[in-house]
C-alpha cells in the first residue's frame, strides 16, 4: 500500500490525471490527461517559437488580452490539480498504511500538492500583473522608426513632489541603441545647463528667438514647467501622441543640444523610486562622503539627517535623498551619484528577485514610468537589451570634468562629443 500510495504521488506530479486512469474514476482520470496532453502541447509550441525566434516569444508575453487569458488558465489548471492531488489521496487509501509511513505519506502529498498549485497560480498571478502594468505604462499602439540606424530614447527623472512647485526633469539623459547592434551610448545633460538652442523647426523659437537664453533663471530643467505654464499652446498635438507640451519642449532642446533626433520618451517619476528600491529589499551603496537629508542651507546646517559614509544597504527613501541630494556637493557630483543608484537598482534586477517580487514590481510600475513608446516595440527593446548587456554602456556626461561648461557650453563642440560616441558604438 506503501508503494501503491508513492506511485499514484508520483503519476499525478509527473502527468495529472494518469492515477485515476490507473485506479479511479477514469472519466475525471480522461479530462485531467486532455488537459496535461494541451499543457505539454503549449509547452512545446513555446518551445519551437523559442528555437526560431526568441523575439517572438518576447512579443507574445506582451500582449495584454493573452497574458489576461494565459492568467485564467493557469488559475483554472491550479485548481484541476489540486482536485486530482486530493483524489489521489483518496485512491492511496492511507488508512490501510501503517502509522508513521501514513502519516510521512499524507505530509508528502500535502506539500507537494501545496507547492505546485501554489506555483501554478503565483505563475497565473505573475501573467495578470504583467497584462495590467503593460496595459497601463505602455498605452501607444504602432511601431517607431530608427533614425540612421538607431533609436535615441530620452529619459527624464521627474523630482516632482510635495516640496516643489509643478515638474523639474533633474535628470536627463539621452539613451542612443543601434538597431543592429544593441550598443548603448548614453549622454548625460546636466540640469543646469544655460544658453540652450532648440531643435531646426521648433515653435519655441518663435516665443525665445535667442534659444533658452537668461542666464541662472533660463536652465535646461526650467524649460518643462515653462512651457507647461506659458506655451502649451505650442504644442497642440502633445496629449494625443501619449507626451506633454512640457515633454515635447524639453525634446526641442534636447534636440538641439545633442544633434539627435529623439525616438521616445520615458519619464521616471521618482517618488516612486522608493518603492521600487523596498519591492527590491533595498540596495546597497558604498557612500563616498557625508549626504545631508532635505533642508535648503547650503552647508546641510538645517537637515532632516544625515547619510553617513561607508557601505550600506538603503531602504528607498535613503536611496532617493542619496541620489537628489543637492547640499554640500556640486551638482555633477549628483549626477555621478544618480548614475551609481540607477547601476545598484538594475544589479539588484537578478531573475529570482523580479519571480518573487513580480506583483509588487508591477504594481510599482504603473506609478514609475510614463513613456510614449509604443506596446508592439516592447519585444525590439528587450532583444536589443540582450544584445546591450554584452558590450556595457558607453556615457559621456556633459560636465566639466570632460571639458564642458554648463554656465558657457560651447554647443558645436558638444554635438562633435556626441557624433564621435555614437561613431564608436555602431
Not at 79 to 98: E, M, N, T
Not at 192 to 215: H, I, M, Q, T
Not at 326 to 351: G, N, W, Y
Not at 383 to 397: F, P
Request: charge should be positive.
Amino acid at each position: 500500500m506503501r508503494t501503491r500510495a508513492w506511485f499514484l504521488l508520483a503519476l499525478t506530479v509527473i502527468f495529472p490525471g494518469s492515477a485515476q486512469i490507473v485506479g479511479g474514476n477514469r472519466r475525471l482520470g480522461r479530462f485531467g490527461i486532455r488537459v496535461s496532453l494541451l499543457n505539454l502541447a503549449l509547452l512545446l509550441l513555446l518551445l519551437v517559437v523559442y528555437l526560431i525566434d526568441k523575439n517572438a516569444l518576447v512579443y507574445l508575453a506582451t500582449i495584454p488580452w493573452l497574458t489576461t487569458f494565459f492568467s485564467w488558465y493557469l488559475w483554472l489548471f491550479a485548481a484541476v490539480f489540486a482536485l486530482l492531488l486530493l483524489d489521489a489521496i483518496r485512491l492511496s487509501q492511507l488508512g490501510r498504511v501503517d502509522s508513521r509511513p501514513r502519516w510521512i505519506l499524507l505530509g508528502t502529498f500535502l506539500a507537494v500538492g501545496g507547492l505546485l498549485t501554489s506555483a501554478i497560480a503565483y505563475t497565473g498571478n505573475i501573467s495578470h500583473a504583467s497584462a495590467g502594468a503593460i496595459s497601463s505604462i505602455f498605452k501607444r499602439a504602432g511601431s517607431t522608426e530608427p533614425v540612421d540606424g538607431r533609436f535615441n530614447i530620452l529619459v527624464l527623472g521627474s523630482d516632482a513632489g510635495k516640496d516643489r512647485f509643478g515638474v523639474r526633469p533633474d535628470s536627463i539623459s539621452v539613451f542612443s541603441i543601434s538597431q543592429s547592434t544593441g550598443k548603448v551610448a548614453v549622454i548625460g545633460i546636466p540640469r543646469n545647463l544655460e544658453k540652450v538652442p532648440f531643435r531646426d523647426g521648433s515653435p519655441l523659437w518663435s516665443v525665445y528667438p535667442n534659444g533658452w537664453n537668461c542666464a541662472v533663471t533660463c536652465l535646461i530643467n526650467a524649460i518643462y514647467k515653462d512651457t507647461m505654464d506659458n506655451h502649451q499652446k505650442l504644442y497642440p498635438n502633445a496629449y494625443k501622441d501619449g507626451s506633454t507640451p512640457g515633454i515635447e519642449a524639453t525634446k526641442d532642446a534636447v534636440e538641439g543640444v545633442t544633434g539627435l533626433k529623439i525616438t521616445s520618451y520615458v519619464m521616471i517619476q521618482m517618488q516612486a523610486v522608493t518603492k521600487l528600491i523596498d519591492a527590491l529589499g533595498g540596495v546597497t551603496i558604498d557612500v563616498k562622503q557625508r549626504l545631508p537629508i532635505g533642508g535648503q542651507a547650503d552647508n546641510g546646517s538645517d537637515a532632516k539627517g544625515w547619510i553617513e559614509p561607508g557601505v550600506q544597504k538603503m531602504n528607498g527613501y535613503t536611496a532617493l535623498w542619496y541620489a537628489r541630494s543637492r547640499h554640500t556637493t556640486t551638482d555633477f557630483q549628483r549626477m555621478a551619484r544618480q548614475k551609481e543608484l540607477e547601476a545598484a537598482i538594475l544589479a539588484q534586477l537578478s531573475p529570482a528577485t523580479i519571480f518573487t517580487h513580480f506583483e509588487e514590481l508591477a504594481s510599482v510600475g504603473k506609478q514609475l514610468v510614463v513613456t510614449d513608446i509604443p506596446k508592439d516595440m516592447i519585444s525590439t527593446y528587450l532583444g536589443l537589451a540582450t544584445k546591450a548587456k554584452k558590450w556595457g554602456m558607453k556615457v559621456l556626461d556633459i560636465v566639466p570634468k570632460n571639458g564642458f561648461w554648463p554656465g558657457n557650453p560651447h554647443y558645436p563642440s558638444i554635438r562633435a562629443a556626441v557624433a564621435k560616441i555614437i561613431a564608436q558604438n555602431k
